[in-house]
């Protein structure tokens, strides 16, 4: 549900009222460029992947219909753009080499969040996109496939080698 504040700051940018779009853009900038860093894990590219996304969120205000929040309506947005210029780099480990690593490694203790943040950051591209939208993000496998071009078993198998590939790198970096 909008709120008055939020209904008339999407009138007010339909309109292409420049201090409205500077608000709307200043009220969500943050939260969008740290979806859409966590996707890149490149500061030059997360920019322009969020400058690209305000574009069209600015052409196409005037067709958001109030279905969703107008936050998740622009994160949705945001991170199509991510993951746009991700795909290039974005490769998919495959399901013999998922089920080599050891299953269920349990954690030494307490997970600091700067140390979660690092590990999903060192994770290969593909499993760490994977890993985000559905984590992260709360997208489901269906979408995380229409999104990255992927079948949801891919989908699954890379959230599966994610949670491997972090479980280990977190034991590791909690040890050091």
């Keep these: 549900m909008k709120s008055i504040f939020e209904k008339d700051l999407i009138e007010r940018c339909t309109k292409q009222d420049r201090k409205a779009q500077f608000e709307l853009f200043e009220r969500y900038k943050v939260a969008l460029y740290s979806s859409v860093f966590r996707i890149l894990n490149e500061e030059d590219m997360a920019h322009d992947a969020l400058q690209e996304a305000f574009i069209e969120i600015f052409k196409g205000i005037k067709k958001f219909r109030g279905e969703s929040t107008l936050g998740f309506w622009m994160k949705r ?47 290969p591209a593909g499993c760490r996109g994977v890993f985000l939208l559905i984590e992260v993000e709360g997208f489901k496998h269906s979408e995380c496939a229409k999104l990255l071009s992927i079948s949801e078993n891919t989908s699954k198998s890379q959230l599966s080698y994610a949670k491997k590939l972090l479980r280990g790198k977190l034991n590791k970096l909690m040890k050091a």
């Design 77 to 123: 947005i945001a991170i199509r753009k991510a993951i746009k210029l991700a795909k290039t780099r974005m490769l998919f480990t495959p399901l013999d080499q998922v089920a080599e690593l050891p299953d269920h490694t349990p954690l030494d203790g307490w997970i600091d969040g700067q140390l979660l943040d690092i590990a999903i950051r060192d994770l």
